[in-house]
């Protein structure tokens, strides 16, 4: 029995299985799925991790990433049907909101510092910004691990599966 369940535990470690990330949508987050990460994408995204030398080229790395995590996510839920804004997707399923995009976004960065990938910055928790009260808006965050300058990683804007802006 020992040797079943020492075989059973390996063959079902996360090794051997694809990783998850729990994505949300249905604005605020009210519905939830989660992905899997293959080993191919998985093996892809290292890739483009590899040639990074410094936190602009990191940045640009974090950008096509995360449109990569995006397409993956809409292939395995309804996210596809969200259009830029919060308006323009109407009632569909998979419509998101700038919550729900600073969530993923975090989700999908966490993610790859979780693999070790980034080198020169860290995921902080999405911020906000409220220049007037009815333009309330959240994004992903990162910041240089000196913590001297901050960007926000935002798909909110475009229409699924286009790649987000990271803006300081």
Same mark, same amino acid.
């Given at each position: 029995? !020992?040797?079943? &369940?020492? !075989?059973?535990?390996?063959?079902?470690?996360p090794m051997s $299985?694809?990783?998850? =990330?729990? =994505? !949300?949508?249905?604005?605020?987050?009210?519905?939830?799925?989660? =992905?899997?990460?293959?080993?191919?994408?998985?093996?892809?995204?290292?890739?483009? /991790?590899?040639?990074?030398?410094?936190?602009?080229?990191?940045?640009?790395? $974090?950008?096509?990433?995360?449109?990569?995590?995006?397409?993956?996510?809409?292939?395995?839920?309804? =996210? /596809?049907?969200?259009?830029?804004?919060?308006? &323009?997707?109407?009632? &569909?399923?998979?419509? $998101? @909101? !700038?919550?729900?995009?600073?969530?993923?976004?975090?989700? /999908?960065?966490?993610?790859?510092?979780?693999?070790?990938?980034?080198?020169?910055?860290?995921?902080?928790?999405?911020?906000?910004?409220?220049?007037?009260? /009815?333009?309330?808006?959240?994004?992903?965050?990162?910041?240089?691990?000196?913590a001297a300058q901050?960007?926000?990683? @935002?798909?909110?804007?475009?229409?699924?599966?286009?790649?987000?802006?990271?803006?300081?």
């Open positions: 029995l !020992c040797l079943l &369940a020492l !075989c059973g535990g390996l063959m079902g470690s $299985m694809a990783a998850g =990330i729990q =994505i !949300c949508y249905h604005y605020g987050c009210k519905k939830t799925a989660v =992905i899997q990460v293959a080993p191919l994408l998985q093996q892809q995204l290292a890739d483009l /991790f590899r040639p990074v030398v410094n936190a602009a080229g990191e940045r640009q790395a $974090m950008a096509v990433a995360v449109q990569r995590l995006y397409q993956t996510a809409g292939q395995q839920s309804p =996210i /596809f049907a969200d259009k830029g804004g919060n308006f &323009a997707d109407g009632s &569909a399923d998979g419509r $998101m @909101d !700038c919550v729900d995009h600073s969530s993923n976004s975090t989700a /999908f960065l966490q993610y790859l510092a979780q693999q070790g990938w980034l080198k020169f910055h860290r995921v902080t928790q999405p911020v906000y910004r409220a220049p007037r009260f /009815f333009d309330l808006h959240y994004a992903a965050r990162v910041e240089t691990l000196d901050s960007w926000v990683v @935002d798909s909110w804007f475009h229409d699924f599966g286009s790649a987000p802006e990271v803006v300081e």
